[in-house]
C-alpha cells in the first residue's frame, strides 16, 4: 500500500508539470477528422506515470521487507528485475514522448518496442514455460521470441483502446488491482517465509500510477496519457503477467490446492481482454475493408458504446464494469469454490449487460446527432 500511493502521489503532482511541458514543446493531440473534442488537449502524461513509477520503485527498493526482491538477478548486467522493467519502461515511454512531438511512423514505433521489449527480456522477464503441466518444450529462442511477441501486443492492445477520456488508466487499475491480489495471495501459497515477490511490486507501481493520473486524465481531460502513456502501462502490466506466468513453481501451487492451475494463463488475459478484443476486432475490420490494420476508424468498442446512447462518462463507466466482471472472478477462483465463481458472474453479467444495452430504450435514435457531438471522444497518437 505504501508502494501504491507513493506511485499515485508522486504521478499526481507531476502531471501539471508534465502538462505545461507539452504544451511547450507542442506536445498536442489536435482535433481530428475522427475526433469529435473540440479543443486540441496536451499529451505526454506517460512521462509523470513514468516518474511514479520510479519514485515508487526506488522507495520500494529501501524497504526491508522488499529486500528479496531486489537481491536476485537472472540479468547479464546484474540489474535485478524491477530495474530491468523500469529501464525498458523508460525506454518506450522515450519512444512514446518521440512520437507525441513529432508522429513517428508505426514502423519506427513498432521497432523501437521490439528493442525494448527484448532489453527486458534479456535480462529476466522471459518466459520459460507455461504453468498447465509445466510445459517447457521449446528452445529458449523460441521463448525469447513468445516473450518480446506478447510485450509488443500488450502495449500496442492498450494502445488501441486508449479512445476515452479515463479509459485506459482506470482499466488497467482495475483490473491490476485484481491482479494484484492474485499476485500477493499466490506468494502466500507457494511461500511459507517471505511474502514478496516481484510481480505484487511491479503491479503496485503500475496500480498507483493510473491512480494518480486519473484525476487529470477524467472526461473533460486536462491531458491525455498519449503513447508515452499506453506504452509504458502496457509493457509493464505484461511484465507482470510473464513473471505470474512463465516463472512459477506450478509444482508448489498444485501441491497445495489452492490456486488452479490454469489460473496463471487466465488472469493476464482477463486484465487485458477489453484492449485485446479491441484491437482484434479492428484489425480484422480493417483488413476485411482492404485497409492497413493501423488505420484510424470509428469503430472501436468505446465508439460503440456512444452510438448505443452512452454519455462520455457512462461509456467509461460501462467498460470498467466490463474489466471488473471479467477479472474480478478469476481472482475468486482462489477463494470460492468454482460453482460460487460461476453464479457470481453469471449474476454480474446480467447486470452489466442491462447497463450496456439500457439506452437502447428509445434513446439511440437521438444519440447519432447530439450525444456524439457533445461528448469529448479522444483518440491518441495511434488508433
Same mark, same amino acid.
Given at each position: ?10 504521478? =499526481? ?32 502524461? %506517460? ?22 526482491? =531486489?537481491?536476485?538477478?537472472?540479468? +547479464? ?37 521490439? @528493442?525494448?521489449?527484448? =532489453? ?6 522471459? @518466459? ?7 510445459? &517447457? ?38 483490473? %491490476? ?5 492474485? &499476485?500477493?495471495?499466490? &506468494? ?24 494518480? =493520473?486519473? +484525476? ?5 481531460? *486536462? ?48 486484465? @487485458? ?16 475493408? #482492404? ?22 462518462? *457512462? ?9 471488473? @466482471? ?21 449474476? #454480474? ?6 447497463? &450496456?444495452?439500457? +439506452?437502447? *430504450?428509445?434513446? *439511440? ?19
Amino acid at each position: 500500500m505504501l508502494v501504491v500511493l507513493v506511485a499515485a502521489a508522486v504521478t =499526481f503532482l507531476v502531471t501539471p508539470v508534465v502538462r505545461r511541458l507539452a504544451l511547450r514543446t507542442g506536445a498536442i493531440t489536435a482535433v481530428r477528422a475522427r475526433d469529435v473534442h473540440t479543443a486540441p488537449t496536451p499529451r505526454l502524461g %506517460g512521462l509523470a506515470m513514468l516518474a511514479g513509477i520510479a519514485v515508487a520503485t526506488a522507495v520500494a527498493s529501501k524497504l526491508s521487507f522488499l529486500s528479496g526482491v =531486489f537481491s536476485g538477478s537472472a540479468s +547479464p548486467l546484474g540489474l535485478a528485475v524491477p530495474w530491468a522493467v523500469l529501464i525498458s519502461a523508460t525506454l518506450v515511454c522515450l519512444l512514446g514522448m518521440a512520437d507525441d512531438v513529432w508522429d513517428l511512423d508505426w514502423m519506427t514505433k513498432l521497432v523501437g518496442q521490439v @528493442l525494448a521489449a527484448g =532489453f527486458m527480456a534479456w535480462n529476466g522477464v522471459q @518466459l520459460y514455460s507455461l504453468p498447465v503441466g509445466g510445459i &517447457t518444450i521449446a528452445s529458449s529462442r523460441t521463448w525469447l521470441f513468445l516473450t518480446i511477441l506478447l510485450v509488443v501486443i500488450a502495449m500496442n492492445a492498450v494502445n488501441f483502446v486508449d479512445g476515452l477520456d479515463g479509459l485506459a488508466a482506470g482499466l488497467i487499475a482495475i483490473g %491490476g488491482g485484481a491482479f494484484f491480489v492474485y &499476485t500477493y495471495l499466490l &506468494t502466500l501459497t507457494a511461500s511459507e517465509d517471505d511474502y514478496s515477490n516481484v510481480a505484487s511490486l511491479i503491479i503496485a507501481c503500475l496500480v498507483g500510477a493510473c491512480l494518480g =493520473f486519473l +484525476p487529470h486524465n477524467l472526461h473533460p481531460a *486536462r491531458i491525455f496519457m498519449g503513447d508515452s502513456g499506453s506504452m509504458v502501462i502496457g509493457l509493464v502490466i505484461a511484465a507482470a503477467a510473464i513473471i505470474v506466468t512463465g516463472q512459477i513453481n506450478p509444482a508448489i501451487v498444485s501441491q497445495r490446492q489452492a490456486i488452479p492451475a490454469f489460473l496463471p494463463i487466465i488472469l493476464p488475459l482477463a486484465v @487485458l481482454v477489453l484492449p485485446l478484443l479491441d484491437m482484434g476486432l479492428a484489425v480484422v475490420r480493417r483488413l476485411l475493408k #482492404g485497409k492497413s490494420p493501423f488505420h484510424p476508424d470509428r469503430m472501436h468498442l468505446h465508439h460503440r458504446l456512444l452510438q448505443l446512447g452512452h454519455s462520455h462518462r *457512462r461509456a467509461v463507466f460501462v467498460l470498467y464494469l466490463w474489466t471488473a @466482471l471479467i477479472a474480478l472472478p478469476a481472482v475468486l477462483l482462489v477463494v470460492w469454490s468454482l460453482p460460487a465463481v460461476l453464479t457470481t458472474f453469471a449474476v #454480474g453479467a446480467v447486470v452489466v449487460i442491462l447497463l &450496456t444495452l439500457g +439506452p437502447l *430504450r428509445g434513446r *439511440r435514435a437521438a444519440t447519432s446527432s447530439s450525444t456524439v457531438r457533445e461528448t469529448t471522444v479522444k483518440e491518441e497518437a495511434s488508433p
